[in-house]
């Protein structure tokens, strides 16, 4: 079995080597991630300019590319066969509710499952004031869920978005599927002067919330819970169509 592993920390960060030391034995394992950091830059193709990817060891390369980039890369030209498992993580920081949108973690996954190869995003839970980072909790719950894709498949386009507290395993409550929730952030704006005296900005403001939405991905993963959601690459509103027709077809 091929498994093609990759991120948005960059390839150098912990998260993805101990993701990739944690599934060795589940098959024949390849590491193509960015060869630097790529956090939020969701689902963007590198089309305009050439792609170079360095080899790193064996079944190992860090591309000058975006998350998305890696798995069109990796899974088309660099490994010797298509993937039967994608994994993307583990990223340093959730990806919890709106944030799929944003992220390069998911953006990675959603990437293989339009091109027809199971993927799972994993993210952990860091808080700002955590010291101590728990990624064997999260290579823990990879496995537990990865193991149930190789086992089961997943349903074409479907991608598991899995999320784990930054908390000793034995400390983990357990997993839980859960649904996508809303997270708020402080939409801040910082305004500086260059030494020109011209503006500039600094955009990003720290998480305030999740919404308090029973069997959300946030609110569970606060409590204790590694949350896995199912993701679909259609986000079509079915519900809406309807109504929609009504109003604009002619
Ligand atoms: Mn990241």
Same mark, same amino acid.
């Given at each position: 079995?091929?498994?093609?592993?990759?991120?948005?920390?960059?390839?150098?960060?912990?998260?993805?080597?101990?993701?990739?030391?944690?599934?060795?034995?589940?098959?024949?394992?390849?590491?193509?991630?960015?060869?630097?950091?790529?956090s939020?830059?969701?689902?963007?193709?590198?089309?305009?300019?050439?792609?170079?990817?360095?080899?790193?060891?064996?079944?190992?390369?860090?591309?000058?590319?975006?998350?998305?980039?890696?798995?069109?890369?990796?899974?088309?030209?660099?490994?010797?066969?298509?993937?039967?498992?994608?994994?993307?993580?583990?990223?340093?920081?959730?990806?919890?509710?709106?944030d799929?949108?944003?992220?390069?973690?998911?953006?990675?996954?959603?990437?293989?499952?339009?091109?027809?190869?199971?993927?799972?995003?994993?993210?952990?839970?860091?808080? +700002?004031?955590?010291?101590?980072?728990?990624?064997d =909790? /999260?290579?823990?719950?990879? @496995?537990?869920v $990865?193991?149930? !894709?190789?086992?089961?498949?997943?349903?074409?386009?479907?991608?598991?978005?899995?999320?784990?507290?930054?908390? +000793?395993?034995?400390a983990?409550?357990?997993?839980? =599927? /859960?649904?996508?929730?809303v @997270?708020?952030? $402080?939409?801040? !704006?910082?305004?500086?002067?260059?030494?020109?005296?011209?503006?500039?900005?600094?955009?990003?403001?720290?998480?305030?919330?999740?919404?308090?939405?029973?069997?959300?991905?946030?609110?569970?993963?606060?409590?204790?819970? $590694?949350?896995?959601?199912?993701?679909?690459?259609?986000?079509?509103?079915?519900?809406?169509?309807?109504?929609?027709?009504?109003?604009?077809?002619?």
């Amino acid at each position: 079995m091929r498994i093609l592993v990759s991120n948005d920390d960059g390839f150098d960060a912990p998260g993805i080597r101990a993701l990739a030391d944690a599934v060795m034995d589940l098959g024949d394992v390849w590491v193509v991630a960015p060869d630097s950091e790529q956090s939020a830059k969701s689902h963007s193709l590198t089309l305009a300019a050439p792609l170079r990817a360095r080899r790193r060891g064996e079944r190992r390369f860090a591309v000058d590319g975006t998350p998305a980039d890696c798995i069109y890369l990796g899974a088309h030209g660099l490994l010797d066969g298509p993937p039967d498992l994608v994994l993307s993580g583990v990223n340093r920081g959730s990806n919890l509710g709106t944030d799929v949108h944003y992220s390069g973690t998911v953006a990675a996954a959603r990437e293989a499952v339009m091109a027809g190869f199971p993927a799972v995003a994993i993210s952990l839970h860091v808080l +700002p004031e955590d010291e101590a980072l728990h990624w064997d =909790t /999260a290579c823990h719950v990879a @496995r537990h869920v $990865a193991r149930d !894709v190789v086992s089961h498949g997943l349903p074409p386009h479907t991608l598991l978005n899995v999320n784990v507290p930054n908390i +000793p395993r034995v400390a983990l409550k357990g997993v839980r =599927t /859960a649904t996508l929730g809303v @997270r708020r952030y $402080a939409n801040r !704006v910082l305004r500086r002067e260059d030494p020109w005296g011209r503006h500039y900005y600094w955009i990003g403001g720290p998480h305030l919330s999740f919404a308090d939405i029973a069997d959300s991905d946030g609110p569970l993963v606060e409590q204790g819970y $590694a949350s896995v959601t199912p993701l679909h690459s259609d986000p079509t509103l079915s519900t809406f169509l309807e109504p929609l027709r009504d109003r604009l077809d002619t």
